[in-house]
């Protein structure tokens, strides 16, 4: 089993479609992403993985979550990622006085007119950087919760549609860091992926000293070489064959199979939902078009599974005392949950 997150979402809405392209056309499509991962490895050294993840949410439209301590490269990686895709991306810097207003865009007096107009949001865009998510009170990220699930946000009774594509990738230090809060299920429920990002290896950090020794500047991205490598059209076109990967009856069996055994854990306390089980299969299915299958198979439901459900599910009391984590069980239900042949 070959896991994507090398350091170890929202929910995926799925748009119809006509059909994939034809093999040579999905064949430059995905030359094209293989080329923006180049262009992010310009600037970030080391998180291969989390690129990975975070070009599988896009493909399936959903959110991301990066989880690690300050200074991993977490923003960075967002920054270099919608640079080299030509995305337009706004950051919130989320602390404890954001008010959700702060997030929506609110509805302001306009003297000359004499009326009230609405003044957009930073969540008008295509990717939200939301730095630091946990930082805020549960009250503003659920200003989050409509945005990341309808794609739209409503003021004063009026819904306003985001702009296609919108992805939150959103940022947060472990919750045992001072001054953080535990994001409500319901929030969590609407990331895709939540991928970890680890201290990386001395002779990755090694690199990174040697560029920054050499003149790299983590706020200037042109500087560092970072050219767009992806075009609007292209990117949807990427969507589309993703989303029309297929999945055989036994696969689709499979992922309700491993996902009732998350809910008969005796170490689980609350499993994966109906929804987290679609959720694992756009995932898997955007891995497998990436990976240059038509289909999706057990490895690559298997390869997303702990990045997709890690935080979905809650354990019991007793395993967390016994110090067993969220991926290690999922990793012994899957080796539980007889394979498809």
Not at 49 to 73: C, K, M, Q, S, Y
Not at 239 to 253: F, I, K, N, Q
Not at 268 to 275: A, M, Q, Y
Not at 305 to 323: D, I, Y
Request: overall charge negative.
């Amino acid at each position: 089993m070959t896991d994507v997150t090398t350091g170890t979402s929202g929910y995926p809405h799925q748009t119809a479609t006509t059909g994939p392209p034809p093999a040579d056309e999905s064949a430059a499509l995905r030359q094209a992403l293989s080329r923006v991962r180049a262009e992010v490895g310009k600037a970030v050294v080391g998180q291969d993985g989390a690129v990975t993840g975070l070009i599988v949410a896009l493909l399936a439209r959903g959110h991301v979550l990066l989880e690690g301590v300050p200074g991993v490269a977490k923003t960075l990686l967002v920054r270099s990622l919608s640079h080299a895709l030509s995305l337009d991306t706004k950051r919130i810097q989320f602390t404890p006085d954001l008010m959700p207003g702060d997030v929506t865009g609110s509805l302001v007096y306009d003297n000359r007119s004499g009326g009230f107009e609405f003044r957009e949001g930073p969540v008008f865009t295509n990717i939200l950087l939301a730095d630091e998510i946990n930082r805020t009170p549960p009250k503003t990220q659920s200003a989050l919760l409509e945005a990341m699930e309808e794609r739209q946000v409503s003021v004063d009774g009026v819904s306003r549609a985001l702009p296609d594509p919108f992805i939150v990738a959103a940022t947060q230090n472990p919750i045992e860091y001072e001054g953080t809060y535990a994001l409500p299920e319901a929030q969590l429920d609407r990331f895709l992926l939540k991928l970890t990002l680890d201290i990386p290896e001395r002779a990755t950090e090694v690199e990174m000293l040697r560029r920054h020794a050499a003149g790299f500047n983590p706020r200037d991205l042109v500087a560092a070489g970072v050219t767009p490598a992806l075009t609007a059209g292209q990117l949807q076109a990427a969507r589309s064959a993703a989303t029309a990967t297929g999945a055989t009856p036994d696969v689709l069996a499979y992922i309700v199979d491993l996902a009732r055994a998350t809910r008969q854990s005796p170490s689980v306390k609350l499993g994966v939902s109906p929804r987290g089980a679609t959720a694992l299969l756009a995932a898997a299915k955007a891995w497998a078009w990436l990976s240059g299958y038509d289909a999706i198979t057990p490895d690559h439901v298997q390869a997303m599974l702990v990045p997709v459900w890690r935080h979905r599910v809650q354990l019991r009391p007793e395993a967390e005392l016994e110090g067993v984590g969220v991926d290690a069980i999922l990793r012994s239900i899957v080796q539980q949950v007889q394979v498809p042949i």
